[in-house]
């Protein structure tokens, strides 16, 4: 092929020309849950879709070779609400939340509402925030 060869694996695209990467498509496949403590693992996907059938404690995973990702999760809050939600983080990484606190709440308790929050994993920190109250 003389505009380079394509390598697809995994759902991942990569052009090379005369040695050198000329363009890049890193796909994954969004992640669905309905755990009330589903561990958001950024190896795995960097979108995730949670519908917690309880209250959700959520597990951030960022490993070794996942510094500079960003994730995304959005929650959907059930049918009747109130739903609470809350973050944790494994590998030992810190969520820094603007302001230094979480909002409050974490998660728009509406029924059927969803929030949308991102994470951005720089060194030991992950840096969070969240955009609130869709309709889901």
């Known amino acids: 092929n003389p505009d380079g060869t394509t390598i697809e694996t995994s759902g991942t695209d990569i052009r090379v020309k005369d040695n050198s990467i000329t363009s890049a498509k890193l796909s994954t496949a969004p992640q669905t849950s309905t755990s009330t403590t589903p561990t958001v693992n950024a ?21 070794a070779n996942d510094d500079g990702k960003t994730v995304l999760v959005k929650i959907k809050q059930s049918a009747t609400g109130n739903l609470t939600a809350a973050f944790t983080a494994s590998g030992g990484k810190t969520i820094q939340w603007p302001g ?37």
């Open 43 to 63: 190896g795995t996907s960097l979108t995730w879709n949670l519908t917690p059938t309880g209250n959700v404690t959520v597990t951030l995973t960022f490993g």
């Open 100 to 136: 230094g606190t979480p909002p409050a709440p974490l998660l728009t308790v509406t029924a059927n509402k969803a929030d949308l929050y991102v994470f951005a994993c720089i060194g030991s920190n992950i840096y969070a925030n969240r955009i609130a109250n869709f309709a889901a």
